[in-house]
């Protein structure tokens, strides 16, 4: 257990009268870049939602970086963790700079962590642009440098390359690969692509109506008779 960053327990959320998620048991290795695979809908976005404390579950429990996340600590475990749910958020009349240096004063760092995440995400020579000028990729490696501030020990991506081009996806992609190694930090990341997740992910999770059919090492998925590929037609079927 030590060597897991994330670990949920029987987790569940409601939806009206129908489960979101249920019974989800997550294990995500330390330094790891774990896939959280599953089509749209199958409540990566909840699982993620409910790591993060933004919404509290309806059943089971979680333990992240080693604490039981809480409504009462949840702001002290997430200093320690970066986020994209969704759509990045920040202020388009404002430059990139300007967005960073909010998150900054939040998080008490100084001009070298902005520099330094800017640089990582190709934006330096940008710093100064007005936000809603940039193009969807830019967006996109904002919203990821936004994560990186502080050098998290945890870096939670909900389907970054969602919307992009071919080029933008292989920048996200290229970057995402590069924070295990350059921050020491774990990622999750979700998608309903398979071939983004086979191209980035050591460990995956595999998750269907709410209820997660798969987990473990990728390479252990596809020596198996039931490659990646066929356990992800199978479980689109009428998703």
Known sequence: ?????????????????????????????????????????????????????LIQPDGGSIEVLGKKMNPKNRFSINRHIGSLIENPGFYGHLSAQENLEIIAKYKGLGKEDIKEVLKLVHLYDRKDDKVKNYSLGMKQRLGIAMALMGRPELIILDEPTNGLDPAGINEIRNLIKSIPKTYGATVIISS???????????????????????????????????????????????A
């Open 1 to 53: 257990m030590k060597n897991d960053v994330i670990k949920t327990f029987n987790l569940c959320k409601k939806g009206g009268r129908n489960y979101r998620i249920k019974d989800v048991q997550l294990s995500v290795p330390k330094c790891s870049i774990y896939g959280f695979l599953g089509p749209n809908g199958a409540g990566k976005t909840t699982t993620m939602k409910l790591i993060l404390g």
């Open 192 to 238: 309903h692509l398979l071939s983004e997740i086979e191209q980035m992910a050591d460990h995956v999770g595999i998750i269907n109506h709410g209820q997660l059919i798969y987990e473990g090492p990728l390479s252990k998925l596809e020596t198996t008779s039931a490659s990646l590929e066929d356990v992800f037609l199978e479980m689109t079927k009428g």
